[in-house]
């Protein structure tokens, strides 16, 4: 018997284990069940009413016997598997599946009756079906009492298509779980609800326990317990401390266990090695939320790391979530709330702005700049280590919340980089979202020539919608900008002011960035005009249907009050139908009297936005722009491509074989699995010699190409790797013995080919980014674009709207379309091509990369000259399948 467990043991599928966040916002954690589970079923038994066990057995079921609940806790998890939900140690929920045939299994699940509605048994159903997947079942079946409609209710609304059928006065359903553009959908929106709303508890605490706040009053947790104090919170406020009654006249017990009432957040500032024993008061207490400010944990190696996955696995199995370690805090200005649970005593106004923050060192300071550029908030997370709590959550969060306008986000690292892009798309729809992204990043694209420094990530974030700054001043700009004036309609930019020099500054650094001179302007008003005159020319600016957008470009007249001049700005600003901003120079104070709203701390929409220096105003502005257009563009979709996914799959899996390192695929396996996917290649023989190289002319017959069979002479005509046109089989030996000698002594051969008709050469690649998965890759063939690192990228899958974009976005784009009287070539099935690639690697795990090395694009269609693919063992894709933390 030992050995049969040790084996199971041995076999116990680890990977689907997994930390999910409720519909209430809790945690909980899903796991397949061991033998030794025995007694947490039966105790779970125990807490079921008789309803809820006749609803699951349609029978009263009173006591499960000693062979059922072996045939429930051994499983192969194969053919059989069961998954338990459970939370504070304690099972709340199983589901399970068995094997009827080849194809098909049955399902079925229980929740415990104080956990039911909770939407426990549809992150199941998620989990079950991706499981399922994994060992070949690809239908679910299932049998409910007419009933018990909550649990049809749970199979009919995940987005699968569901076959219903009445016999012997019980429902039976039947329906194949391959995802589907609706399952997907309602997965996700099941995911942004149950993350927002994990946050919102987070932000809105009806009690606070400060722990490790002490008499020093230089102490950590005493300054945040005196900023949640002076900042007026309205909940209930508690200090944490062993001894003392009372800290900062906050009344103090020495445990959260020891508080009468619930307590819905904690802030923890203890050392390091008291961390975990706290967070097992907290689970204790059924705290809601924790942050940890205290330091001492990942950023000190590998120890450190251990300590802090061991307090978030405390933390989620109890419930909650966690917010650091070595993080500044959070922050709500919702006055039902008024939460400074941070170590900045002083914190902008109330605003519409969300703010994220990986560092807590530099989130002081960024608090600060905010507050002093009258950036209202609505919300603030230094998220320090990101151990749990991550921009992501924040960005589910503000998608939905009626307070926020804004997001803005400080990046150090990437966590789930492709699970950002895809939600930072969904958010920026509506919202705007600016991230300032620290340079500090390893890149699967930086080999390809995109990377930081070749623009692949600017491009991967554009195609997200997000608007990407350089600097922390840039940060503000764009925000000041997004925060208080509305998106503008074009390029188009009316500049009024009162200096001509201030007015051509203005001109060319518009159409450096991109942005053009609206008809008629810059308008320069001279020196001596009145605030009057400024008012009118500012009401025609912002009237006149030539213009997208008004900049105002003022230098001070020496002895002359800018008071009226700002009075004029604001007031404008404040009805303007398109964005007005200004860059005053040297005119201390003026900015301030721009912004709209009770006071210089409080600005509110329409308030004037001014800048250091015209050429930021400008950047700010043309970043909105582009971020304007994205948004009116239509969203695009996936399309529905005819491939053969399972054949490809198994065809990678097969030229993989048992290798562990990344394997290039043989020529015939390539082309399979490209096939599969609706993508031909052009044929090609690789040839040892000249009478091989001869023979396969011969085969195909004359014109032919002979190229080097290595990567780097294949594709090079100037350096003598590829010879065209060759109509003879003694031009082909020639051509053999030349290449030969090019390539040396180690040369693999030539490859020879009929040839095809003349084109434009691209190059189509996928690579697996280490941040954001699959990615695309399009750019023109030649030495020169090459050089200059003229690639374009988006990650996969691509929409139809990402493949248009993307076969246009090169610099040397308009060669496709028709420069200098050249016909245009078949764009369509360039968009086509580079959708089937990136299907290819975002579907099939095993691709590691795909290069597509010449495309050779026509005005009646494409030919793929070459293609090579590496293969690798599949990769984690932490935003792949059943949701998960």
Same mark, same amino acid.
């Given at each position: 018997m030992a050995a049969a467990t040790d084996q199971r043991d041995h076999d116990y599928p680890e990977h689907r284990v997994a930390d999910v966040v409720l519909t209430d916002g809790s945690t909980a954690r899903i796991r397949p069940i061991r033998e030794s589970d025995g007694p947490a079923i039966l105790d779970l038994h125990s807490r079921m009413s008789e309803r809820t066990r006749y609803l699951r057995y349609?029978?009263?079921?009173?006591?499960?016997?000693?062979?059922?609940?072996?045939h429930f806790t051994i499983v192969d998890h194969h053919d059989r598997e069961a998954l338990v939900a459970s939370l504070g140690g304690q099972f709340i929920a199983v589901g399970r599946y068995e094997r009827i045939d080849t194809e098909s299994a049955e399902v079925a699940f229980v929740v415990a009756d104080a956990h039911q509605g909770r939407g426990i048994s549809s992150v199941l159903l998620e989990h079950l079906a991706q499981a399922a997947r994994e060992e070949g079942i690809s239908r679910f079946e299932a049998e409910v009492?007419?009933?018990?409609?909550?649990?049809a209710r749970v199979f009919s609304q995940a987005g699968y298509s569901v076959k219903r059928e009445i016999a012997h006065e019980v429902l039976h359903l039947t329906f194949a779980i391959a995802p589907t553009p609706r399952s997907l959908e309602v997965l996700r929106d099941r995911e942004q609800a149950t993350e927002a709303t994990s946050i919102a508890r987070l932000l809105s605490p009806r009690s606070v326990a400060v722990i490790g706040a002490g008499r020093a009053v230089d102490s950590i947790g005493r300054a945040v317990l005196v900023n949640l104090r002076e900042g007026g919170f309205t909940g209930d406020l508690h200090a944490i401390h062993p001894t003392e009654p009372e800290v900062a006249g906050v009344p103090a017990v020495p445990s959260v266990l020891d508080l009468a009432g619930p307590l819905d957040l904690a802030v923890v500032a203890v050392p390091a090695k008291e961390v975990p024993q706290v967070v097992r008061d907290c689970v204790g207490k059924s705290v809601r939320g924790i942050v940890i400010v205290s330091s001492g944990f990942a950023e000190t190696g590998p120890d450190g790391q251990r300590a802090e996955r061991e307090i978030v696995r405390l933390a989620r199995s109890g419930g909650a979530r966690v917010v650091g370690p070595n993080a500044l805090g959070i922050l709500s200005t919702d006055p039902a709330v008024r939460l400074n649970a941070t170590l900045a005593p002083r914190v902008p106004a109330p605003g519409r702005v969300g703010f994220f923050s990986q560092s807590g060192a530099l989130g002081i300071a960024l608090l600060d700049q905010a507050r002093s550029l009258g950036i209202g908030l609505s919300s603030f997370v230094s998220a320090g280590n990101r151990s749990d709590v991550s921009g992501n959550d924040?960005?589910?969060?503000?998608?939905?919340?009626?307070?926020?306008?804004?997001?803005?986000?400080?990046?150090?690292?990437?966590?789930?980089?492709?699970?950002?892009?895809?939600?930072?798309?969904?958010?920026?729809r509506s919202k705007p979202v600016v991230v300032l992204k620290s340079r500090g990043r390893s890149s699967g694209l930086a080999g390809t020539g995109a990377g930081p420094a070749g623009g692949g990530l600017e491009a991967l974030f554009e195609a997200s919608g997000v608007i990407r700054v350089d600097r922390l001043d840039e940060l503000?700009?764009?925000?000041?900008?997004?925060?208080?004036?509305?998106?503008?309609?074009?390029?188009?930019?009316?500049?009024?002011?009162? +200096?001509?020099?201030? *007015?051509?500054?203005? #001109? /060319? =650094?518009?159409? $450096? !960035? @991109?942005?053009?001179?609206?008809?008629?302007?810059?308008a320069d008003l001279g020196p001596s005009a009145t605030p009057r005159e400024f008012s009118a020319a500012?009401?025609?600016?912002?009237?006149?249907?030539?213009?997208?957008?008004?900049?105002?470009?003022?230098?001070?007249? +020496?002895?002359?009050? *800018?008071?009226?001049? #700002? /009075? =004029?700005?604001? $007031? !404008? @600003?404040?009805s303007s139908p398109v964005p007005v901003l200004s860059s005053f120079l040297a005119a201390t104070g003026i900015p301030e009297l721009l912004r709209s709203g009770a006071g210089p701390g409080s600005p509110g929409r329409g308030s004037v936005p001014s800048y250091r220096s015209v050429e930021a105003a400008v950047r700010a502005l043309a970043r909105i722009a582009r971020y304007a257009e994205w948004r009116r563009e239509p969203p695009g979709e996936l399309p529905q491509l005819s491939a053969d996914r399972d054949a490809a799959a198994a065809l990678a899996e097969r030229?993989?074989?048992?290798?562990?390192?990344?394997?290039?695929?043989?020529?015939?396996?390539?082309?399979?699995?490209?096939?599969?996917?609706?993508?031909?290649?052009?044929?090609?023989?690789?040839?040892?010699?000249?009478?091989?190289?001869?023979?396969?002319?011969?085969?195909?017959?004359?014109?032919?190409?002979?190229?080097?069979?290595?990567?780097?002479?294949?594709?090079r005509v100037d350096l003598g790797g590829v010879r065209l046109g060759?109509?003879?089989?003694?031009?082909?030996?020639?051509?053999?013995?030349?290449?030969?000698?090019?390539?040396?002594?180690?040369?693999?051969?030539?490859?020879?080919?009929?040839?095809?008709?003349p084109g434009v050469a691209c190059v189509v690649e996928v690579t697996q980014d280490s941040a954001f998965g699959a990615v695309v890759g399009f750019v023109l063939a030649g030495v020169a674009t090459d050089l200059l690192g003229d690639w374009a990228w988006l990650a996969a899958p691509l929409t139809d709207r990402d493949a248009h974009e993307l076969v246009r976005a090169p610099l040397a784009a308009p060669l496709l379309?028709?420069?200098?009287?050249?016909?245009?070539?078949?764009?369509?099935r360039l968009e086509d091509l580079v959708l089937r690639a990136g299907a290819l690697a975002d579907e099939i795990p095993q691709i590691h990369g795909l290069s597509l090395n010449p495309v050779l694009a026509t005005a009646t269609g494409l030919t793929v000259l070459h293609a090579s693919i590496r293969l690798a063992p599949p990769a984690p894709r932490p935003d792949a399948g059943a949701r998960r933390l």
């Open positions: 349609f029978t009263a079921y009173p006591r499960i016997s000693d062979r059922d609940l072996a009492l007419p009933e018990n409609r909550q649990m924040l960005l589910q969060f503000w998608q939905s919340d009626p307070a926020t306008d804004v997001v803005l986000l400080y990046l150090e690292t990437f966590g789930n980089a492709r699970k950002f892009a895809r939600v930072a798309r969904r958010v920026a503000f700009d764009v925000a000041q900008l997004a925060a208080h004036q509305p998106l503008p309609a074009g390029r188009r930019v009316a500049i009024v002011g009162n +200096s001509s020099a201030l *007015g051509i500054l203005a #001109a /060319e =650094a518009c159409q $450096a !960035a @991109g942005l053009q001179v609206a008809t008629g302007y810059p500012l009401g025609a600016a912002v009237a006149d249907p030539r213009a997208d957008a008004v900049l105002i470009v003022f230098s001070p007249v +020496s002895g002359v009050a *800018g008071t009226g001049y #700002a /009075e =004029a700005i604001r $007031a !404008a @600003g404040e030229a993989l074989g048992e290798s562990d390192q990344v394997t290039e695929a043989a020529t015939v396996d390539v082309h399979a699995i490209l096939g599969a996917y609706g993508i031909s290649v052009w044929p090609e023989s690789l040839c040892a010699g000249e009478a091989e190289a001869v023979a396969a002319a011969e085969s195909y017959g004359y014109p032919v190409v002979v190229k080097a069979a290595e990567g780097l002479l294949r594709h060759l109509g003879s089989a003694r031009a082909v030996a020639a051509a053999v013995r030349d290449i030969a000698h090019l390539q040396g002594p180690g040369g693999r051969g030539v490859l020879v080919q009929p040839m095809a008709p379309f028709g420069h200098r009287g050249a016909q245009p070539a078949d764009a369509a």
